[in-house]
């Protein structure tokens, strides 16, 4: 497929998606979410890969819906409803998808492109970049972050976040809870790509359970999370083999197949 939007490029596991409408600053348009659904499926579907890493290029990350959007959105409420729709289902994706998720933040970042990085696993900022929502110094309710960034930040966090609407470079970030790590914006991809190496020798699967659960047990009481938990053990167990595999591998003082194949 040809994107126009982003690029969108593969190696050794890793796949990373770029915006590449730096002009614009990045901004979110019709066409860029045609082809972030594209890559989603993409990446729901190729089990070769294994990490999917989000960044961009020039002085933004993504700033949100593109100004010629916005124009038509706040004539068209409809439209502008059905707008940040797709952009929700794209975040509620990003969550679902089976394998690790990272944001690179080259610079900037706002509205919608930091409420599709809250739909990431984890974020990872260039020192001298600068993030937030922002929503609310625009007298705008925002769609799609609220609890989302709650549930990573805390909620005095979150509220101080939304509510003064103020940027965080890079270390703050971090400090927040926001990100995991920050560095300079010379190293960020290959800092990324570093960090997703950690984890894409594991078994797909194996990450994707453990997704899930942390997933699909948020809210529940820890005795309600114990039962769901316990049932993906057994299903887990019962449906791949790499939990044997790796078991023989230990016993047998060898390394496990899915690292040798």
């Not at 348009?29 to 972030?36: F, K, P, Q, S, V």
């Not at 993409?42 to 961009?56: F, H, K, M, P």
């Not at 625009?138 to 930040?153: D, F, H, I, K, S």
Request: net charge negative; proline share 3%; glycine share 10%.
């Amino acid at each position: 497929m040809t994107f126009t939007t982003l690029r969108f490029e593969q190696t050794d596991g890793i796949a990373v998606m770029t915006f590449a409408t730096p002009d614009n600053l990045n901004g979110i348009t019709e066409a860029r979410i045609d082809e972030i659904e594209a890559v989603l499926g993409i990446c729901e579907t190729d089990e070769s890969i294994r990490a999917l890493i989000i960044t961009g290029e020039g002085r933004a990350f993504c700033v949100g819906l593109d100004l010629g959007l916005l124009d038509r959105a706040f004539g068209d409420l409809d439209y502008f409803d059905s707008i940040v729709a797709r952009i929700n289902g794209i975040i509620t994706r990003l969550e679902g998808l089976s394998i690790p998720t990272i944001t690179a933040h080259n610079g900037f970042t706002r509205a919608g492109g930091f409420e599709m990085a809250l739909g990431c696993d984890f974020m990872i900022v260039a020192d001298e970049a600068k993030v937030g929502d922002v929503h609310t110094d625009a007298g705008v309710v925002p769609a799609c972050v609220t609890l989302r960034l709650r549930r990573r930040v805390g909620d005095m966090r979150a509220k101080e976040i939304l509510w003064t609407a103020r940027w965080y470079k890079g270390p703050e970030a971090v400090a927040v809870g926001l990100a995991i790590k920050s560095v300079p914006l010379a190293d960020l991809l290959d800092e990324a790509k570093a960090f997703a190496r950690t984890m894409i020798d594991k078994p797909r699967p194996t990450l994707a359970a453990l997704k899930g659960i942390l997933r699909d047990g948020e809210g529940m009481s820890i005795a309600e999370g114990a039962a769901m938990e316990l049932r993906v053990f057994g299903h887990y167990n019962r449906t791949q083999p790499y939990g044997r595999e790796g078991y023989a591998a230990f016993r047998e003082s060898r390394t496990p197949s899915w690292k040798t194949a």
